[in-house]
């Protein structure tokens, strides 16, 4: 299984950009669905997670009130709304998917991964 993630990209500090995460072939409605993100001499961090209901949520304290997770079931997509995007956002994000539907925050949780979008936010 192969996730697909887009939307990366570019963007002035304030800006925001909207993510996306393709996920053909999975059973996505069975899924928990998180977003992580790497910058350069970091390690990988959680951003946001969805359960596979969509109706519980996590986001990291850092994007708290900025970001926004959602899915598309039908569409076998998930989605992350930046908003108010900092520099310190740069990095690259990956999509992931949770075999247990749950909403899980570390990386060990997920079993598939999308190939990661970058995303550059400057000053």
């Known amino acids: 299984v192969q996730l697909q993630a887009s939307g990366g990209g570019p963007v002035q500090a304030g800006g925001f950009l909207r993510l996306s995460c393709a996920a053909p072939?999975?059973?996505?409605?069975?899924?928990?669905m998180g977003w992580f993100r790497q910058a350069p001499a970091k390690e990988r961090e959680i951003v946001a997670a969805i359960s596979r209901s969509g109706d519980t949520t996590y986001y990291a304290d850092s994007v708290k009130g900025r970001f926004t997770i959602s899915r598309d079931n039908a569409k076998n997509t998930v989605y992350l709304q930046m908003n108010s995007l900092k520099p310190e956002d740069t990095a690259v994000y990956y999509c992931?998917?949770?075999?247990?539907?749950?909403?899980?925050?570390?990386?060990?949780?997920?079993?598939?991964w999308g190939q990661g979008t970058l995303v550059t936010v400057s000053s």
């Open positions: 992931a998917a949770d075999f247990f539907g749950r909403v899980a925050t570390r990386p060990r949780e997920y079993k598939y």
């Open positions: 072939g999975l059973s996505f409605s069975s899924y928990g």
